[in-house]
């Protein structure tokens, strides 16, 4: 438990720490299509280039932290690094 705990952790803060960045990739890549005059069949492009889209990648790179961060606890609570 502690060891997937802190595996969901890390995941979490990447996620977080990324957002930012993929972001402004999406936003750059749809820019890029639009430019081109490719039409855009990519199911959530426009979701995760939204102001929208971000807020929520970094609310669940947040949660993902609080989970994995509770997880690593209740394991070292219940005795260890143990399954």
Do not use: C, Q, Y
Request: proline letters at 4%; aromatic letters at 8%.
């Amino acid at each position: 438990m502690t060891l997937l705990g802190a595996l969901v952790a890390l995941w979490g803060a990447l996620v977080f720490g990324f957002a930012k960045t993929l972001h402004v990739r999406w936003k750059g890549m749809l820019a890029d299509m639009r430019r081109a005059g490719v039409r855009n069949d990519i199911p959530g492009t426009e979701f995760f280039a939204s102001p929208e889209g971000l807020r929520r990648t970094r609310i669940a790179g947040g949660v993902a932290v609080a989970i994995g961060a509770a997880m690593m606890i209740a394991g070292l609570l219940s005795g260890g690094a143990g399954p």
